[in-house]
C-alpha cells in the first residue's frame, strides 16, 4: 500500500488539530471553555495560531459572498 501524498497531508492537518485542539483544552487561555469550543478551533488551527492567515480567509470569504451577491442581482 502505497498512500498518496494527498492523504498524508490530509491526516498531518487533522493530526495537528487535534493536538491543538488538546493543548488550547488543557493549557490554553480560554480551558475553561467547552472541548466543542476547542475543536472547532482544532480544525481551523492556522487561522488561530496565525492571525494574519484567519484575515486573508475571512477577506476571501467577504469577496466570495459579495461577488456572489453582485452575481445574483443581475
Known amino acids: 500500500?502505497?498512500?498518496?501524498i494527498k492523504s498524508w497531508l490530509i491526516?498531518?492537518?487533522f493530526i495537528?488539530?487535534?493536538?491543538f485542539t488538546l493543548y488550547q483544552s488543557i493549557w490554553g487561555q480560554y480551558s475553561?471553555?467547552?472541548f466543542a469550543y476547542h475543536?472547532?478551533?482544532g480544525v481551523?488551527?492556522?487561522?488561530?495560531m496565525f492571525p494574519s492567515?484567519?484575515?486573508?480567509?475571512g477577506g476571501?470569504?467577504?469577496l466570495l459572498i459579495i461577488g456572489g451577491l453582485a452575481l445574483r442581482s443581475k
Do not use: E
Request: proline share 7%; no cysteine; aromatic share 10%.
Open 1 to 4: 500500500m502505497n498512500p498518496s
Open 11 to 13: 491526516r498531518g492537518y
Open 16 to 19: 495537528i488539530g487535534l493536538l
Open 32 to 34: 475553561y471553555k467547552s
Open 39 to 41: 475543536l472547532g478551533q
Open 44 to 48: 481551523i488551527w492556522p487561522a488561530v
Open 53 to 57: 492567515v484567519g484575515k486573508l480567509i
Open 60 to 62: 476571501i470569504l467577504l
